[in-house]
């Protein structure tokens, strides 16, 4: 049987509610009801290394190489999906910024079309590439061909025409231009014998609010832009100005609970774990897909490799992964669902005194606190009654506090290459035993 190809896209900073929501959010409806679209996808990490490493690897940033506090590479030693795939017959080829081939990844592939500089965005230049590669037909079938597109990563640039438009719109008209360029692409890929995927590596941190409230983001994007072109002194300031903002935010009366948190989060010492930064659109459609379905089971970002594999007909993975095929729901069949492991990732390099968090997010809870201190930022949400996580109710929880404690302990223990069996009496003892030494038993 000959093997389908593979269209792989990668949208970094791509929030899920700005994806596809209930009717709010129909850029890409179209292509969602073409197949089948899981709506509660959560990626482990908030960052583009380590969110890509977990889909790379089909393993959670623990395992990968790519470590909360670090910006390292790739493990060298490590099995991931494209290897695999070019292991059963396939060529991969990517198109990638640079930020990303230097982690290691473009090593990975076959041929690299192009590694563009990180400020490149669809519509300045980098559309036409990816256009004119797939229109070279130089691909050897069955291909596997990655691309990873930052069009909404910091700073958020657009064509000219849309120059002044506040900051607050950026971000939706960015996504706008991001859909017209992928219909052009897909146009050129026959769908009977190419199955796309749709994806991203985490969401976002920024809020839709005005200029007038969140003039910070100005900074930030200056911040971005000129990092390489102003004096170290100067780009401290902005620094110091951008710490002020998050000092005094809550002097915008106007701005609502949602807007202050995500603004907190971006700006100040604290990498928190909330959804608009680790729940991901993700979309299969094309070969073996069938269409006009969406899946509201919690999935996670790990699952996407042993699903490829699965719809693509091979038949084991050779090597441990912490993920699990999804394609018994393409199929309206039932698979378990699992909680998802959370860490934010701090670069020790340029973030030297932020404070990263770990966590889990279940179906109906999220948690995350401190990695340094599990008593302290201490964070737990109703997802199911407080879908923006906007009331904290650990205090009074504390029985489902330690419950999530107690799964971060069992999914590093048994998701620690070789993949491990559940708990048995004495593992549970000692799991107990690291819970007391942390204040919760």
């Known amino acids: 049987m000959t093997k389908p190809n593979i269209l792989f896209i990668l949208i970094d900073s791509m929030r899920a509610d700005k994806f596809f929501l209930n009717k709010k959010h ?16 959560i990626s ?10 977990s889909i790379f690897t089909g393993c959670y940033p623990f395992d990968a190489g790519l470590k909360a506090q670090s910006y390292q590479k790739l493990y060298s030693n490590n099995s991931n999906y494209v290897e695999f795939l070019k292991q059963n017959g396939y060529h991969a080829y990517t198109t990638m910024a640079e930020s990303v081939a230097e982690l290691g990844f473009s090593k990975l592939f ?15 230049g980098l559309g036409e590439k990816i256009i004119n590669f797939l229109k070279s037909k130089t691909l050897e079938k069955p291909w596997f061909y990655f691309i990873h597109l930052e069009d909404l990563h910091l700073p958020v640039s657009l064509p000219s025409k849309y ?7 950026r971000y939706d008209i960015a996504i706008s231009e991001i859909h017209s360029w992928i219909n052009k692409i897909i146009q050129l890929v026959d769908l009977k014998n190419t199955l796309v995927v749709i994806t991203s590596d985490h969401g976002d941190y920024i809020p839709s609010i005005d200029d007038s409230k969140n003039s910070n983001q100005n900074i930030l994007r200056t911040k971005s832009v000129l990092r390489d072109k102003i004096p170290s002194k100067i780009y401290d300031k902005l620094s110091s100005t951008k710490r002020s903002f998050a000092t ?10 949602y807007e202050k948190r995500a603004i907190e989060t971006r700006t100040g010492k604290n990498r928190y774990l909330y959804d608009e930064i680790i729940r991901t659109p993700l979309l299969f459609f094309g070969y073996d897909i069938k269409p006009n379905k969406i899946v509201k089971q919690q999935v996670r970002s790990i699952d996407i490799f042993p699903t490829l594999v699965d719809i693509i007909g091979i038949e084991k993975i050779n090597f441990s992964v912490h993920g699990q095929s999804l394609k018994p729901l393409l199929k309206n069949k039932t698979i378990s669902e699992f909680p998802v492991y ?10 030297k005194n932020a404070i990263p968090h770990l966590g889990i997010r279940t179906p109906q809870f999220k948690y995350f606190r401190r990695v340094d201190n599990p008593k302290e930022s201490i964070h737990l949400y109703d997802l199911v009654n407080d879908p923006f ?17 107690e799964e971060i302990l069992k999914i590093k223990k ?12 004495s593992e549970t003892k000692k799991v107990e035993d690291e819970l007391r030494k942390l204040g919760y038993i």
């Open 163 to 169: 120059e002044h438009v506040k900051y607050s719109e």
């Open 389 to 405: 996580e906007e009331n904290n109710i650990f205090s009074k929880n504390q029985n489902i506090v330690f419950k999530m404690e």
């Open 414 to 425: 048994n998701n620690s290459m070789p993949v491990l069996e559940d708990l048995d009496d």
């Open 248 to 257: 005094n935010i809550q002097k915008f009366k106007t701005t609502s609970k």
């Open 342 to 351: 959370l860490e934010s990732t701090v670069f020790a390099t340029i973030q």
């Open 26 to 41: 129909l850029q890409f409806k179209k292509l969602i009801d073409q197949g089948v679209y899981f709506e509660q996808n």
């Open 44 to 53: 482990p990490s908030d960052y583009t290394v380590t969110g890509i490493g």
């Open 110 to 124: 076959d041929k690299v079309d192009q590694t563009y500089p990180n400020s490149l965005r669809l519509f300045d």
